[in-house]
């Protein structure tokens, strides 16, 4: 895990509630999508991801349900509550106002670098 | 939704926090076999991925953890654990648990149990539906300035009232009396309450079978009826439901049984085991006797001012005749209805409620003794603690720990108190004084249960937070190692000796008060002598059974000189009541002739009326004049004795009232005083002697004419004997009562001394409790002060050993502890010195004959406890002077 993929703390809730908004999914599919979407930008640590998806249940923003997988195996499948969506909301509004205030900041530096 | 959610999940991780374990199991193993798959996919070996995958995850408990810990589990866990690390450290200190729980189990048990008695007696509504509503019907007068607030109804009032009061859902009267029952085995005397129609139904609740009384068993010449209470027909007729129609002979007449109560039934204050109708005749209704208590429920939203109010406009349109209104005016009779529950009750609060106060301030001796006990362990943890936070343990989590097993101790306390609580009023039921009311009633409930619960939770509390505040914090988390307790740190415990002394001097000069009060009543000359040689006994001679009234005192002297006739019997005589005698209370205006004009109502005056030989068997002297005499009853003399108090104030000397006339009312016929008696406390020790009249016994003229002569007929006979009391006596006093007429029942057989005692029962136990709450302050108070100084001497042991080895004299290091005690239990004295006068005012309704101020109650209080605490501080001080520096320099 290197450090430019690391994430920012707060966005990894941004990118789980985003990820399982399109679909119920378990665990390791949020992790695997987060990373295919990122097109391997961003990496989700296995040691975060669950702590993170147990927080936002008890926060009341996913919920959680047992379910058959696509190969017929139990798996865990997480879902967005009510909540969840205005949660969600709200903190992509958020995120974009960051990255466009951080992005203004830094300006033309960063992308005669990139 | 949320919420509901965030619940959902809260309540799932507590309550099945297995499965929950399971789940989260399961769930990163999916996790894992995913990761797995992929990399075999990838062109992996089946080995080498599950390493990998393995070795991203990390550490698999930790991340366990880290997923518990975003669930919440985590306080439950940790309160979990913590409970059982402190119960384990509690249990490794045994001698430390077991006196703190078992101080504890006694403060809060002490404290429940009054507590119980408080609340049944004085909280708890009274037994009855709706029981709010219920009023005591009551009317205020000011005879000579003289106020009475609870002045009974008159028959006239009843009429009025029934007729034309509109608050009222049911309303009555009744009285309470004795009845005789015969033909069934031996003659009883019964305890009877005579009620009109409304007073049962006024309580809400219907009869067990049959029914209550109706008009027409309220009608003068209808067939007598009678109600029975449960107990009375489980007794005499095992509760047969056959009994309804039967009759019954009362009093020489037949009554027919209509009713039975329900179970338990509680009236008013009383017990009964008859209830008879009363019966006004229809004719006239007296207007001025003032003897039937009021009762009555309220109309629902009605409350006691508008009831008053509606009150006052019935007894104005019942004034219409010139008569009442001029008695209405010259009394200022005003309505003055109150909650029925003070009937009940009584003024028994002030008792309980400095009880309660009392009890309280040994609890919070109690709680500094245990503050006191966990601070001195909490100090001698300081390196575990210290140890612990080096390893990384929060200091929230210490206060934790400590709050905790702080809890322990109050909870096993308060249970243990339960226990001792439960039982302690079990006794109360069965031996309590019979004088509290609502005895039978008294339980422990749920409200005691949460009052014991907050009792607990409130001292765990308080030397919880004493413990941490004294350790917990984060920078008194220090080493332990090489510090000496400097002045500063013991600021804390020196609270707690100030405290206890102060708190213990209000409790010594409260029992105090109370042993000063005690002694002061007991020494009281009450009018009579040696009321444990006084045998009493009640007679009544029914009109049925003797109608000519003649007769009736015919029958009395001859049972009077059976009774005289009895070997060892010194003097025999008879009475409408003996002093202590709770009947008979109502008094009587008493006009003095050349003293009270005729135009205002004369002093309301105690009255009674005694045979001749009566004050010789109470043993009451004549202060001046003669006695009855036969010859004065059998002819109908007009005379009277009268009362030292009152000859005093009606002719300023008592030899001066011979020859003076007095007269009953304001137009009743002349009486000649005779003599004058000494003062008799017959309304009890700590009640001011009445001033009495006593009339002779025997017949008495009409003050009308068309009426018939009258004749008391219930009387108490006191006899005089040193074998008073004695079964043999006993049996010979019924023969000789017998011998006069078999049919005449004996009632209120017992010894004046049993009314004596019972008379002081209120008065002897506060003095118990408090003794007891005032020797446990001391105790605990004594203790505390020991624990405190004999800690400061251990904990200083080190520097005490330096100065002596660089030669501190023994004597000055001795007077440094000793001054040390010395201020603090002054300190502690004044305090308590201030706080007992301050609060001694609420006790004062308790006390007679001294002041709440009584300054050698203080006195003697100040020096108790001062005493006391200074050889509390002696021993730990001589005991510093005494240590071997070089033992314990050599051992540190």
Redesign the interface.
């Known amino acids: 895990m290197s450090d430019d993929t690391d994430l920012l703390s707060g966005t990894l809730d941004l990118l789980i509630l985003q990820t399982i908004a399109l679909e119920p999914m378990?665990?390791?599919a949020v992790a695997?999508r987060i990373q295919v979407i990122s097109r391997d930008l961003l990496k989700v640590?296995?040691?975060s991801l669950?702590?993170?998806l147990?927080?936002l249940?008890?926060?009341?923003?996913i919920?959680s349900e047992?379910g058959a997988s696509d190969n017929k195996?139990?798996?865990?499948y997480y879902s967005l509550?009510?909540?969840g969506k205005k949660q969600l909301a709200k903190e992509t509004l958020k995120w974009q106002r960051l990255s466009s205030g951080v992005n203004l900041v830094l300006g033309q530096r960063v992308l005669v670098r990139s | 939704?949320?919420?509901w959610?965030?619940l959902k999940?809260?309540i799932r991780s507590l309550l099945l926090r297995k499965r929950a374990e399971m789940?989260l199991d399961?769930?990163?193993r999916?996790?894992i076999e995913?990761?797995i798959e992929?990399k075999v996919k990838s062109g992996a070996s089946t080995e080498d991925a599950r390493c990998e995958a393995e070795r991203?995850?990390?550490g698999l408990e930790?991340?366990k953890e880290?997923?518990r810990?975003?669930?919440?589990w985590q306080l439950l866990d940790a309160l979990m654990q913590d409970a059982r690390y402190g119960l384990r450290v509690l249990l490794r200190a045994p001698a430390f648990l077991f006196a703190v729980v078992l101080m504890l189990g006694i403060g809060i048990g002490a404290n429940t149990a009054i507590f119980s008695v408080l609340n049944t007696v004085l909280i708890r509504p009274l037994p009855y539906p709706g029981s709010d509503a219920l009023v005591g019907v009551f009317n205020r007068f000011v005879i000579q300035g003289q106020v009475f607030e609870d002045a009974a109804l008159s028959p006239g009032m009843y009429a009025a009232c029934k007729d034309s009061a509109s608050v009222f859902e049911n309303f009555g009267v009744w009285t309470s009396g004795a009845a005789t029952v015969t033909g069934m085995g031996d003659p009883e005397q019964l305890m009877s309450v005579t009620a009109t129609e409304g007073v049962l139904p006024a309580l809400g609740v219907p009869a067990y079978i049959g029914r209550w009384f109706s008009n027409e068993d309220d009608t003068a010449g209808s067939p007598p009826t009678v109600i029975l209470t449960y107990g009375y027909w489980q007794r005499k007729f095992g509760g047969d439901r056959g009994v309804l129609g039967r009759t019954i002979v009362i009093d020489f007449v037949p009554h027919q049984i209509i009713g039975v109560t329900p179970r338990d039934l509680q009236f008013v204050n009383l017990f009964p085991d008859i209830f008879l109708p009363q019966r006004f005749p229809k004719s006239s209704l007296r207007p001025d006797v003032f003897s039937y208590n009021g009762i009555a429920r309220l109309k629902p939203g009605v409350t006691i001012a508008q009831a008053n109010q509606d009150l006052a406009r019935v007894w104005k349109a019942w004034g219409e005749t010139e008569a009442v209104r001029k008695m209405l005016e010259m009394l200022a009779v005003e309505p003055n209805l109150r909650p029925l529950k003070k009937d009940v009750t009584g003024d028994v609060g002030s008792v309980l409620r400095v009880l309660m106060g009392a009890l309280g301030l040994v609890l919070l001796l109690v709680c500094a003794n245990v503050a006191n006990l966990v601070l001195v362990r909490a100090q001698s943890r300081q390196q575990e603690f210290a140890i612990r936070a080096a390893l990384g343990a929060g200091w929230e989590r210490i206060a934790r720990e400590l709050m905790v097993e702080s809890l322990i101790l109050g909870i096993l306390g308060g249970a243990l108190g339960w226990v001792l609580a439960y039982f302690g009023l079990r006794v109360l039921v069965t031996r309590g004084p019979a004088t509290l009311p609502r005895l039978a009633e008294i339980s422990t409930d749920g409200t005691a249960l949460a009052f014991a619960l907050a009792c607990s939770l409130g001292s765990s509390l308080l030397f919880g937070l004493a413990a941490v505040l004294r350790s917990g914090i984060p920078n008194r988390i220090e080493s332990a190692r090489g510090a000496t307790q400097g002045a500063k740190q013991l600021r804390a415990q020196n609270a707690l000796v100030v405290t206890q002394v102060a708190v213990a001097f209000v409790l010594l000069v409260a029992s105090g008060l109370i042993i000063r009060s005690f002694l002061a009543v007991r020494a009281v000359t009450p009018g009579f002598t040696h009321p444990e040689w006084i045998q009493t006994v009640r007679i009544s001679i029914p009109e049925a059974l003797t109608p000519d009234p003649e007769r009736v005192i015919g029958t009395q002297h001859e049972i009077l000189s059976k009774l005289s006739a009895i070997p060892g019997v010194t003097s025999a005589g008879f009475a409408s009541g003996l002093p202590l005698e709770s009947e008979n209370r109502n008094g009587i205006v008493v006009a003095v002739e050349g003293k009270t004009s005729a135009d205002q109502m004369p002093p309301n005056r105690a009255f009674k009326n005694i045979s001749p030989g009566l004050l010789a068997a109470q043993g009451t002297r004549l202060v001046a004049g003669r006695n009855f005499t036969w010859d004065d009853v059998l002819r109908q003399r007009l005379v009277a004795l009268v009362s030292e108090n009152m000859a005093r104030e009606s002719w300023g000397d008592p030899a001066n009232a011979l020859g003076k006339r007095i007269r009953m009312g304001r137009d009743g016929p002349w009486i000649e005083v005779l003599g004058v008696a000494e003062n008799v406390y017959a309304d009890g020790l700590t009640q001011p002697a009445p001033p009495t009249v006593y009339f002779r016994v025997g017949l008495v003229q009409p003050d009308r004419p068309g009426r018939s002569a009258g004749v008391r007929r219930s009387v108490t006979f006191a006899i005089r004997s040193e074998r008073a009391g004695t079964e043999v006596f006993l049996r010979e006093i019924a023969t000789a009562i017998h011998a006069v007429n078999a049919s005449l029942p004996l009632a209120k057989v017992r010894t004046l001394n049993d009314v004596y005692r019972q008379s002081l029962a209120r008065t002897s136990f506060a003095l118990i409790l408090l003794g007891i709450a005032g020797a446990m302050a001391l105790t605990l108070a004594i203790v505390g002060v020991y624990g405190v100084l004999a800690y400061a001497v251990a904990q200083r042991r080190r520097e005490v050993s330096i100065r002596l080895a660089l030669g501190a004299e023994p004597r000055v290091v001795k007077w440094f502890f000793v001054r040390k005690g010395l201020m603090l239990n002054c300190i502690g004295g004044i305090l308590g010195l201030a706080l007992a006068g301050a609060l001694s005012r609420s006790i004062s309704s308790l006390l007679f004959g001294i002041k709440p101020l009584d300054p050698l109650t203080y006195i003697a209080s100040g020096v108790l406890i001062v005493t006391a605490a200074m050889a509390a501080s002696y021993v730990p001080a001589r005991k510093a002077a005494s240590v071997d520096p070089m033992e314990t320099l050599r051992s540190e």
Do not use: S
């Not at chain 1, 249940?57 to 923003?61: D, I, K």
């Not at chain 2, 810990?69 to 919440?72: H, I, P, V």
């Open positions: 378990h665990g390791w695997q640590q296995q040691g669950y702590p993170a147990h927080r249940e008890n926060q009341g923003w919920q047992w195996r139990r798996a865990k509550t009510r909540a | 939704m949320r919420m959610n965030v999940t809260r789940e399961e769930e990163l999916v996790h995913r990761e992929r991203e995850f990390g930790r991340l880290e997923c810990d975003a669930r919440g």
